[in-house]
């Protein structure tokens, strides 16, 4: 888990993408850890901490060659 501070006009989705690097049931994990964020609007103000989730490592997928 990881604290931030918002900075004004941060959005919960672009902090996901900021410190995480995806969107993908991050945005929901964060605003189950965090009450009361989801009222404060979809356009955030600066100062509020957030509680990020822990986000697993994605599987590392090969890559094709059509040509050598």
Do not use: F, S, Y
Not at 52 to 65: F, G, H, M, N, S
């Amino acid at each position: 888990m990881q604290a931030v501070i918002t900075q004004a006009g941060d959005t919960i989705d672009l902090i996901c993408w900021r410190h995480r690097g995806t969107t993908q049931k991050v945005v929901e994990q964060t605003l189950a850890m965090n009450p009361g964020l989801a009222a404060r609007g979809p356009v955030l103000p600066a100062g509020v901490t957030i509680t990020l989730p822990d986000v697993p490592a994605l599987p590392i997928r090969e890559t094709v060659k059509l040509w050598d």
